[in-house]
């Protein structure tokens, strides 16, 4: 997996289950959300189900947490966006605290 597609979605975040929609394609549920009770690691997918939540490919284990019956969870379009930007601020204030 390419580390820029790697993720780490924080507890307390709301979260959809995948369900299987129009062309037996997949989207987010429309009824189920949940709150993480724990951060989850993933890798951030391109697909293109919706235009409020982002696919987020995640391990078994915790698909089955969250109820969805493959290994994809949804998550805001704008916290996918601040999981994009946070390493390279993380590391922008990292710098900044050593001096450079």
Do not use: H
């Amino acid at each position: 997996m390419p580390k820029e597609n790697k993720c780490c979605i924080p507890r307390g975040v709301e979260v959809k289950p995948s369900q299987v929609g129009y062309y037996n394609y997949w989207y987010p549920s429309e009824k189920e959300v949940f709150l993480t009770t724990e951060s989850v690691e993933g890798e951030l997918l391109t697909w293109r189900g919706s235009d409020k939540w982002a696919a987020v490919k995640v391990k078994k284990e915790v698909a089955t947490k969250y109820q969805s019956p493959i290994q994809v969870l949804w998550i805001k379009k704008e916290l996918f966006n601040d999981i994009k930007k946070a390493p390279v601020i993380r590391g922008r204030l990292k710098e900044r605290g050593e001096g450079k």
